[in-house]
């Protein structure tokens, strides 16, 4: 008997197809997500599981799958997922790292450009039929050559960002938890500075951290204050990163230039006062919607598990390797 594999929501069938051949493929079809009810019993019998990154694989929801093997999740963040209780119980966690860091550095540099020149607000501007011509002091934006961006988490989508914004001209300080790639900061001469040091000093304050514990509101109002007034917030890593009614207010309030947001605190909510300001450019967690991007998540999800089901000891882009220490079956 093959394998059950439930996927929780279509993805590309360029990993759908390769999972066809090896596995009974349970996909859902339907243009919502599912909650850990159904997850529970529509996953039920299954050996893996491909997720969404707002799927809620709790304790509760793996410990409910008694076959499960591998829960590969259709993103790089797995804030979703309860690891620790995968790992307890031997179930491989994988993500899909690489392929989507340069759509998403793409996307960050978009909204850097976007706010900065304010391209959102001006297109609105021409739409509206008020370009009546080429004025000295229309539309002024903010310059990238010379001024220094601040990247929070320097991982491989931090550093991605931190090439582009070198070839812009820019200066690039980041702060990490852990340190950096020490050739990787020197290639872009990136300084490493204390999250202070960088609030205060960076034009372009950019987020590419995971969701944890820790950085849940890291960005709250205090962290807000020592931002200069004519800085931009870019965050397209998770919301909950930014305290999102702080952000809103001092926005409002002229504590800071600018906002480019592709994530949200509670998606899909976005915080109404970020709707009305114009000063913000929107975009609905798009990071790394290219073509290419997606597809190869796809091919990845699929391979991580066709390798975990297969029983190979080496499964790639694991989150929690000792998991297999502990694998039963
Ligand atoms: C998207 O947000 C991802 O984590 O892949
Ligand atoms: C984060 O997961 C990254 O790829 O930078």
Sequence with gaps: MKPRVFVTYR????????????????????????????????????????????????????????????????????????????????????????????ATADLTMALILAVARQVVAADRFVREGRFTGWK???????????????????????????????????????????????????????RYVSLQELLEQADVVSLHCPLTPQTRHLIDRHALERMKPTAILINTARGPVVDEAALAEALRQGRLAGAGLDVFEEEPRVHPDLLSLPNVVLTPHIGSATREAREQMAIMCAQSVIAALSGEVEVSHMVNPEALLLRNG
Excluded at 18 to 34: G, K, M, P, S
Excluded at 148 to 162: C, D, F, K, L, P
């Design 11 to 102: 993805i590309p069938e360029a990993g759908l197809r390769l999972l066809r051949e090896q596995a009974e493929l349970i996909v859902n079809e339907e243009d919502r997500f599912l909650n850990e009810e159904e997850i529970i019993s529509r996953a039920r019998d299954a050996e893996a599981l491909i997720t969404l990154l707002q799927d809620p694989i709790t304790a509760r929801v793996i410990e409910a799958l008694p076959r499960l093997k591998i829960i590969a999740n259709y993103a790089v963040g797995y804030n979703n997922i309860d690891v620790e209780a995968a790992t307890r119980r031997g179930v491989v966690v994988t993500h899909t790292p690489d392929v989507l860091t340069d």
């Design 136 to 190: 000295p002091e229309l539309w002024l934006g903010m310059e990238l050559r010379g001024k220094t961006i601040g990247i929070v988490g320097m991982g491989r989508i931090g550093y991605a960002v931190a090439r582009r914004a070198v070839a812009f001209g820019m200066e690039v300080i980041y702060h990490n938890r852990r340190p950096a790639n020490p050739t990787l900061a020197y290639l872009v001469g990136a």
